[in-house]
Structures are given as structure tokens and as C-alpha cells.
């Protein structure tokens, strides 16, 4: 593995070799969640399964959180990253479910979302931005304010455009194309 040249906060090149040599983004013929076929698949977990390579993709998103005064991520991908970020900023979090629970309170989320609290969403990979809207959806009927979403890695595929449309900016720590004019 490949650390940061410091202990701040890690360049998007950085990232990306962490991510390529972590096996986290594979090239061939893959289908996608959406269903789209794609010469090349992002598996962020490949990364944050590693609690050193983890501890760097912390510090980068750490570095790009603003004034939000808590975090919140879709399970699974988000989670370790949401959580390592609090950890690293001490800020609370949530939990997000990609679905209710179906006993118990039937919460969309873990964790709390004070109403007028502001919330930045952090994901692991956006494509179409579908589930990072589903995100905002959550936090935002809970009484949350979220005008910014921060991922790892954007495909480029129109989740910027489609988070725009919902008064949320996209930031990423590297994108699709970055990853390929490093690949080896």
C-alpha cells in the first residue's frame, strides 16, 4: 500500500493509487447496479476492509467535510466511511437503511437526526446518484438539511447533474477518469 507523503490529508492521486492498488477498481464487462454495462467496476470495500488504506480515505474525506455538524451514509458501502470520519472529526452520525426495518420502530435510519440539523452524506461510489438522492430523501424527511454530498469516487455518469437538481453539490475525492489515467 501506497500512504500519503504526509499525515494530512491524502492528493486525489493518492487516493487513486490506494484505491487501484487495493483491487478496488477492476476493468472488463460488468453489469452495473443500475443495470448499465460498464468496461470497469469500483468496489470501494476492497479498500476499507484494510484499516490502513481505511485511515487514509478517512483523513481525505475528514479534509472535506465543511461546518455540517453530523454525517450520515447508505448502508453498506458508506458505513465504514461514515463511521471513520466521525471518528476522525468527532462528529455524530447516522446510519442509513436502504430500506425500513420491517419490526421494531420501522426506522429509516440508526442514529439521530435533530430537525435544522445540517448533514453531509458521504458514499463510497455514485454513478446515476440514485442512491445518494434516496440518501437526502431520508435525512431530509427526518428534518435534516443536506445541500452537500461527499463520495470517494464518481463514475461521471450524471450524479452530479441529478444532485444539482435537488440543491445538493457533489464533491468527490477522485472520479472515474483520474482512476483510469493511472491505471498501470
Not at 76 to 89: D, H, I, K, N, R
Not at 113 to 118: E, K, V
Not at 152 to 174: F, K
Request: proline share 4%; no cysteine; glycine share 12%.
Amino acid at each position: 500500500m501506497t500512504a500519503p507523503a504526509s499525515d494530512g490529508a491524502p492528493t486525489r492521486e493518492e487516493i487513486a493509487r490506494l484505491l487501484l492498488d487495493a483491487g478496488a477498481v477492476r476493468f472488463g464487462e460488468f453489469t452495473l447496479t443500475s443495470g448499465a454495462k460498464s468496461d470497469v467496476y469500483i468496489d470501494v470495500k476492497k479498500a476499507w476492509t484494510d484499516p490502513r488504506r481505511l485511515s487514509v480515505l478517512a483523513r481525505g474525506l475528514a479534509a472535506h467535510a465543511g461546518a455540517e455538524e453530523r454525517l450520515a451514509g447508505m448502508e453498506l458501502g458508506a458505513v465504514p466511511l461514515v463511521v471513520a470520519v466521525a471518528l476522525e472529526l468527532g462528529r455524530p452520525y447516522a446510519v442509513l437503511r436502504k430500506a425500513p426495518k420491517e419490526h421494531g420502530t420501522r426506522q429509516a435510519f440508526e442514529g439521530e437526526i435533530p430537525t435544522g440539523s445540517r448533514v453531509l452524506v458521504i458514499e463510497d461510489v455514485t454513478t446515476t446518484g440514485g442512491s445518494t438522492v434516496r440518501s437526502v430523501e431520508i435525512v431530509r424527511a427526518a428534518g435534516g438539511l443536506v445541500d452537500r454530498a461527499l463520495a470517494v469516487t464518481d463514475r461521471g455518469e450524471g450524479a452530479t447533474e441529478r444532485l444539482a437538481g435537488i440543491g445538493v453539490r457533489l464533491e468527490t475525492l477522485v472520479t472515474l477518469s483520474e482512476l483510469r489515467g493511472l491505471r498501470r
